[in-house]
């Protein structure tokens, strides 16, 4: 004979499931790793610091931030999609560019330079269409 309360299985106290245990740390765990943000405008960006500057051209924009003497730049696709040429390059005045080149489906970079107090030239592509900028963020 079974003692008042206990369950079909003799043990007391209400029976739960694990369903609503599991929803709660699947829902949990989607908006740490990937929430709402993802994939939108309002991302993360991929370089630390403010953001400085944008270079927008037709197929794509150009995004600088600087970050305590660093500057850092990403170009981005206007239509991601399929892999194509995509390219980023930062030069601080003085000293050689630095370049990310390749086929990316979203973006090229990001890359970053110690530019200190100088001025710095950037260029942009994505496809056959391209950004450059004189010296800038003197």
Known sequence: MRGQGAGQDG????????????????AAAVLVL????????????????????TLRF????????KNNGYVCAVTYA?????RRTMSVSVQARGNRA???????TRHAGPITVHA???CVRVKG??????????????
């Open 11 to 26: 043990i007391r106290g209400p029976r739960r499931g694990l369903a609503p245990v599991v929803s709660v740390l699947v």
């Open 34 to 53: 990937g929430g709402p943000a993802v994939g939108s405008a309002q991302a993360a960006s991929l370089c630390g610091g403010h953001q400085a500057r």
């Open 58 to 65: 037709e197929t794509g924009r150009v995004a600088l931030y």
């Open 78 to 82: 206007k239509r991601p999609g399929a």
């Open 98 to 104: 630095v370049v990310d080149k390749g086929r990316y």
């Open 116 to 118: 200190g107090h100088r």
């Open 125 to 138: 592509a994505v496809g056959s269409k391209s950004v450059r900028s004189g010296w800038i963020l003197c």
